[in-house]
C-alpha cells in the first residue's frame, strides 16, 4: 500500500467483487487507490473529496447508473471535468469504444485485464494529466507575472507623465490645481463624445484612460519659455507672444526625446505628444503652431483646446479676475465652429455642470 502523499490517486469504480479486487491489487502497490462500488458512490467520494483523484477506473456495465452515465456526470461537473477517465469494459464493439469516447474518456481497458497493458495505460494517462497540470500552472503563473509587471509598467507610466507634468506646473505657480482640473475636464468630455458615432470608434475606454493620464503634459513645453515672459503680469507683446507660441514645440521636441529613449514603436506618450503640439489649434485654422483645421487637428489636442480654455476663463490670473462658470460656458458656445470643434461643444453642454463641480472641487 502507497501512503506518499505525491502519489497519484486513482478513483476506481466497479460494481463486480472479483473484478474490483483484481484491479486493486494490481495497482495499490503504485498508487493511492480509492474504490467505489457503484456510480452513485463514485460521484458521492467525488463531490465530498476536497483533493480529487488523479485518474477514474470506471466499469461500463453497472446497475442503476451505468458508466457512460456516470462519465457524463463527471464531465459536465466543472470541479471534475479535467479528470481523465478510463473505462473496464468487456465490451469489444467499437461503437460502444467510440461512444466512451465522445462522452469524454481517455482510453479503454478491456475485461479480462492484461496486467502490463493496464498499468501502461494507467501511466500514459496519469503522465498526460501531470503535464497538463505542469502547462496549467505554468499558465496561470505567467498571467499573474504579467499581470503584475503590466501594473508596474503602468505605474512607471503614470508616475513620468505627473513628474513631467509637475515639473513644467513649478515654473507656472498660478495655475495651481490647474493639471487636475483640466485632465479630469478632459475624461469627462471625452466619455461624453464617446456616444457620438464619430468618435466612438477612437474613444475606447482605453483610449480614454490614455488622454485622462496624457492631459497633465499639455504645457510642459513651458519650461523652455524665461520666467519674464512666463511670469509677465500683463499682457504680452507680439514678440514675447511668438516666443510664448514655441511651449507648443519645445513641449512636442521633449516629448520625442523621451520617446526615443523607450525606443518602442507604440509609445504610451504618443497621446501626450499631440496634446502638447496641437493645442492651441482652433477649429478654423487660426491656432497654432501649424495652423490645423478642422478634422485635421487631433482628437486629443481638440479635447485639451476647450477643456484649457474654459479652465483659463474661470481662474485668476495677475492679468485678469476669474469668470463666472456660466460667462465661461457662454464664451466657449460662442467659439463654436470658429475655436472649437463643434461637436465637442456640444458635448460640453452637455457636461458643463460636471466641469463647474470639477473647477470647485480642485479650486486653488
Known sequence: MVDDLNTPIILLIDDTPDSLDVTRNLLKSLYRVKVATSGVRGLKI????????????????????????????????????????????????????????????ADYISKPINPSIALARVKAQLDTKRLANFLKDKNSYLEVEIARRMDEVTKIQDVTIMAMACLA?????????????????????????????????????????????SAPLHD?????????????????????????????????????????????????LQCA????????????????????KGDDIPISARLMALADV????????????????????????????THFDPDMVDAFVEVAPIFESIAFRHSD
Open 220 to 268: 510642459i513645453g513651458k519650461v523652455g519659455i524665461s520666467d519674464n515672459i512666463l511670469l509677465k503680469p500683463g499682457k504680452l507683446d507680439p514678440e514675447e507672444f511668438e516666443i510664448m507660441k514655441t511651449h507648443t514645440t519645445i513641449g512636442r521636441d521633449a516629448i520625442v526625446t523621451a520617446e526615443k529613449i523607450l525606443d518602442t514603436p507604440h509609445s504610451f
Open 169 to 213: 506646473e513649478t515654473r507656472d505657480n498660478e495655475t495651481g490645481q490647474h493639471i487636475l482640473r483640466t485632465q479630469n475636464y478632459v475624461k469627462v468630455l471625452a466619455v461624453e463624445l464617446s456616444k457620438n458615432p464619430k468618435f466612438a470608434t477612437y474613444l475606447t475606454n482605453e483610449q480614454i484612460e490614455i488622454l485622462f493620464k
Open 310 to 337: 474654459y479652465d483659463a476663463l474661470i481662474s485668476k490670473r495677475v492679468y485678469k479676475p476669474a469668470m463666472s462658470h456660466e460667462d465661461a460656458v457662454a464664451i466657449i458656445v460662442k467659439g463654436r465652429d
Open 273 to 292: 505628444r499631440e496634446i502638447a503640439y496641437s493645442h492651441q489649434e482652433k477649429w478654423d485654422g487660426t491656432g497654432y503652431p501649424l495652423g490645423l
Open 46 to 105: 467525488l463531490e465530498e473529496e476536497v483533493v480529487l483523484p488523479d485518474l477514474v477506473l470506471l466499469d461500463v456495465m453497472m446497475p442503476e447508473m451505468d458508466g457512460y452515465q456516470v462519465c457524463k456526470i463527471i464531465k459536465a461537473n466543472p470541479k471534475t471535468k479535467d479528470i481523465p477517465i478510463i473505462f473496464l469494459t468487456s465490451k469489444t464493439d467499437s461503437i460502444d469504444e467510440e461512444l466512451g469516447l465522445t462522452l469524454g474518456a
